[in-house]
């Protein structure tokens, strides 16, 4: 008898998806998992990895999964059967519960494909040139500009242009790297003098991938190694992508025939996502993870972290963890709890002229009416230039304004600072760092 039912289970499932509407995220989600443990009688008896919980076999019911199974059961066979849901007891589970691996061979997560990407308006545009790059390399826009804020999805959709032409032309030579990973080959190949093979290597890739390009910025040798690369492939109609947190015309420092370059073809942003965008990229990220969380708490998570979409998926992995270690099924009570500490940071994370003024006074142990004040001396106007260029950079406050804040300066004092560090940060990669971990400290 469970024989007979095992051998039309793929035709069940094809039947769920034509007939009844079942979506295939659904059934590869919800379907696929469930073992055919027993057939008695008229009772069909389903088995779901314990790892979904009590709450996956109600999600299942509430989803009226067992009915349109049971329909397509009675179709194929002519019986009408009831469906049992167990949970497996948790040895049994053991053999599916491989983890999943990062990185494949090519240097790709395998979890970044079309698939698993969900378009909104944000990301909309950024979407199609990728899909219409990934059919055609080198035809449709070259090189394809992807920029956008931290954790929105541009290398999601590198890789995913990546896996597709791997996946439909396995002939071409695909490489993903990201700008990291080009500048510690070129300074290697500098050191043991093996620049010939690094061009010979980058000059036979046909789609070329660079993540994160702006921290090419300030290197001078891998620019130049990168500019040969780019014409090299753009001349023998290679395709290239890059991203960047930035469009093209405003990464200031970067040389300006690289910076023509990367406007030839396509640029194209990613926007953070709306509320709609956020819970659905939600849903998604609990169905690939297969679990069951309630539209509610799915509503707490995009209303209260509006940043990026890692923030997003952090939100729900803290929930998973803190409801696997405290044993306790996942409800908007616990959610709140688990994401307290995140929520209440990220409360605190508006970042203002002040808090810039407080911070740099604090990392140079210095006292912002020093920052304010009219001294002229090293170690207090320079670290007024850097406030100068993070109230530029991560605040929306005029010049005007800024330079208010800063002592009543004026806004052409305002631009010089920031030029100055603008024009430092090119040739002092240390400097960079003290940015960075100002920056921290204000997250
Ligand atoms: N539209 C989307 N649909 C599904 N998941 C998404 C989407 N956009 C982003 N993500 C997920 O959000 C996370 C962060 O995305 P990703 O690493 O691609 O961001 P990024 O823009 O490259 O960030 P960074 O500039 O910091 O490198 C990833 O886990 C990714 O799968």
Same mark, same amino acid.
């Given at each position: 008898?469970?024989?007979?039912?095992?051998?039309?289970?793929?035709?069940?499932?094809? $039947?769920?998806?034509?007939?009844?509407?079942?979506?295939?995220?659904?059934?590869?989600?919800?379907?696929?998992?469930?073992?055919?443990?027993?057939?008695?009688?008229?009772?069909?008896?389903? &088995?779901?990895?314990?790892?979904?919980?009590?709450?996956?076999i109600q999600f299942i019911k509430k989803k009226m999964y067992d009915f349109y199974i049971s329909l397509a059961i009675q179709d194929l066979t002519g019986k009408k059967y009831d469906i049992i849901f167990e949970l497996e007891k948790d040895g049994a589970s053991e053999k599916s519960s491989t983890k999943e691996p990062v990185q494949d061979d090519n240097n790709l997560n395998p979890r970044y494909t079309f698939d698993t990407f969900v378009i909104g308006d944000n990301n909309q545009m950024a979407h199609a040139a990728s899909i219409a790059v990934a059919e055609a390399p080198a035809e449709a826009y070259n090189p394809l500009f992807l920029y956008g804020g931290a954790g929105l999805g541009k290398t999601h959709l590198m890789h995913s242009i990546a896996h597709y032409i791997i996946e439909h032309d396995s002939n071409l030579n695909v490489l993903y790297v990201t700008s990291e990973d080009f500048t510690n080959e070129v300074i290697n190949s500098i050191q043991h003098k093996k620049q010939e093979e690094l061009r010979n290597k980058y000059r036979s890739i046909d789609v070329l991938l660079v993540d994160d390009i702006q921290f090419i910025i300030g290197k001078d040798s891998t620019q130049q190694e990168f500019f040969h690369t780019f014409n090299a492939?753009?001349?023998? $109609?290679?395709?290239?992508?890059?991203?960047?947190?930035?469009?093209?015309?405003?990464?200031?420092?970067?040389?300006?025939?690289?910076?023509?370059?990367? &406007?030839?073809?396509?640029?194209?942003?990613?926007?953070?996502?709306?509320?709609?965008?956020k819970i659905a990229?939600?849903?998604?990220?609990?169905?690939?993870?297969?679990?069951?969380?309630?539209?509610?708490?799915?509503?707490?998570?995009?209303?209260?972290?509006?940043?990026?979409?890692?923030?997003?998926?952090?939100?729900?992995?803290?929930?998973?963890?803190?409801?696997?270690?405290?044993?306790?099924?996942?409800?908007?009570?616990?959610?709140?709890?688990?994401?307290?500490?995140?929520?209440?940071?990220?409360?605190?994370?508006?970042?203002?002229?002040?808090?810039?003024?407080?911070?740099?006074?604090?990392?140079?142990?210095?006292?912002?009416?020093?920052?304010i004040s009219k001294k002229r001396s090293h170690d207090i106007a320079y670290p007024r230039q850097i406030c100068m260029y993070l109230c530029k950079k991560l605040t929306d406050t005029s010049l005007v304004k800024i330079g208010e804040v800063i002592g009543k300066r004026d806004h052409s004092t305002v631009i010089h600072g920031v030029e100055k560090i603008e024009k430092d940060l090119k040739k002092d990669s240390n400097l960079q760092n003290i940015i960075d971990v100002i920056t921290k400290k204000m997250e």
């Open positions: 008898m469970k024989n007979n039912i095992e051998n039309i289970w793929d035709d069940v499932l094809i $039947k769920l998806e034509q007939e009844h509407d079942v979506s295939s995220a659904a059934i590869n989600a919800w379907i696929k998992p469930l073992h055919i443990e027993d057939v008695q009688n008229n009772n069909i008896i389903l &088995s779901l990895d314990a790892k979904y919980g009590e709450r996956g492939l753009y001349n023998s $109609k290679k395709q290239i992508i890059l991203s960047s947190d930035k469009p093209p015309k405003d990464l200031d420092v970067l040389e300006e025939r690289l910076r023509s370059r990367f &406007s030839w073809g396509l640029t194209v942003d990613i926007q953070p996502p709306d509320y709609e965008t990229i939600l849903r998604k990220r609990a169905e690939l993870d297969h679990i069951y969380i309630d539209d509610e708490i799915f509503d707490y998570i995009a209303t209260h972290i509006k940043s990026n979409i890692r923030d997003l998926e952090g939100a729900l992995n803290k929930i998973k963890v803190y409801s696997k270690l405290n044993k306790q099924p996942i409800d908007l009570e616990l959610s709140k709890i688990a994401l307290q500490d995140l929520i209440d940071n990220k409360s605190k994370q508006k970042i203002t002229p002040e808090l810039i003024l407080k911070t740099v006074a604090e990392h140079y142990n210095i006292q912002t009416s020093d920052i």
